[in-house]
């Protein structure tokens, strides 16, 4: 699969100097303030902090969803913060995977659909795609809801359903942003656990955004933020 591309050791995502500002109304808001960090291939990362820390910018920025004020960002050997916007699209749906707190599921279209999304996205055609869909999501234990549309699913179901898309692709880093923020205790544990069965085996990075005090002990670092810088880290057991 693509995640074993690199070897474990290796870097994945290396950040130096980063920094975002945005305009706002009344001035600029520092959203980073230089940033350094060095994410191992096949780590489990969780970027901590309370909200306005500056948790889903970084997160953005490394999927070259917006573009730095300053500073480096280099992702699977290559310069993401050099990219052209076409280029950074490419370079995302080829090697980044993404999972929402809100799920950000379509409503009109059925579960194995949606996590057939990036598939069609890349131009493969329909039956291939919804047999790979459908295998998704048997691996995440929710076959059953293929035909299902999301309001007819659980939250539970649909962070499955989020999780089966982010995996069809079989993408080297996937970024979580608050994945279990709207589930209840028992369901977010199942996500967390669910993450550690399909990431560690094909040596997946993953970066999960969380304010939860639970996370470490599915992750191998936590790296603090406040106000748009890092304050600390701790590696975990
Ligand atoms: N598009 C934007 N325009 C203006 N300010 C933004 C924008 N996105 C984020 N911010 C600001 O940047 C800071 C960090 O936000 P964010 O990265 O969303 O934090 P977190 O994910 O940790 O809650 C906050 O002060 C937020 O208001
Ligand atoms: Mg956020």
Known sequence: MAGGIRGMGESAISIKGLKKD??????????????????????????????????????????????????????????????????????????????????????QYTAIENVALPLMLRGVEKRERERRALEALDMVGIAKCARQRPAQMSGGEQQRAGIARSIITSPAIVMADEPTGNLDTATGEMVLTLFQKLFRQNGTTLMIVSHDDDMPRHVDRTIRLSDGALIGEGINA
């Not at 780590?43 to 500056?54: D, L, N, P, T, Y």
């Not at 280099?74 to 916007?85: A, C, F, Y």
């Not at 090697?95 to 809100?102: K, M, R, W, Y």
């Open 22 to 107: 945005y305009n706002v109304g009344a001035g600029e808001v520092h959203a980073l303030r230089g940033i350094d960090m060095e994410i191992a291939c096949g780590e489990f990362v969780c970027i901590a902090g309370k909200s306005g820390s500056g948790k889903s910018t970084l997160l953005n920025l490394v999927a070259g969803l917006e573009s730095p004020t300053d500073g480096s960002i280099n992702v699977l050997g290559q310069r993401i913060d050099r990219m052209s916007e076409i280029e950074r699209i490419r370079f995302r749906r080829s090697h980044i995977g993404f999972v929402f707190q809100s799920y950000r599921l379509l409503p």
